[in-house]
């Protein structure tokens, strides 16, 4: 996977780091769990991040492509969501966007504003 480096970073968490690839003209993400401290620990929580991932079958769950575990470090494999993470959506970080009137609109014209 060549877009591992920086520039491709999407997140960053407490269990690794989330980068965005193409892999056979498929976008995804690739979540990169590095092992240098507490290597069993770490590919324990990996193991069972995927272990849910492809338990758990749902719309409103990533699908998890793949995983390849080594020596120093782990991927996941998954599909590639375009707006953002759950994470911040719960939290808003990025707020939505504001509503829009259309002043000209009869309704909104007719509508009395209570204060």
């Given at each position: 996977?060549?877009?591992?480096?920086?520039r491709y970073i999407i997140d960053r968490g407490a269990h690794g780091v989330?980068?965005?690839?193409?892999?056979?003209q498929l976008v995804c993400s690739v979540k990169k769990v590095e092992f240098e401290w507490n290597k069993k620990k770490r590919m324990n929580i990996m193991r069972n991040e995927i272990e849910v991932l492809e338990k758990f079958k749902h719309r409103n769950l990533i699908k998890c492509y793949g995983c390849w575990i080594g020596d120093d470090y782990g991927l996941i494999l998954s599909r590639f969501m375009e707006n953002g993470c759950l994470h911040d959506t719960l939290h808003e970080k990025k707020p939505p966007p504001p509503l829009t009137w259309n002043v000209g609109d009869n309704n909104f014209n007719k509508t009395k504003l209570l204060i």
């Open positions: 996977i060549e877009n591992l480096n920086d989330v980068y965005k690839a193409v892999i056979d």
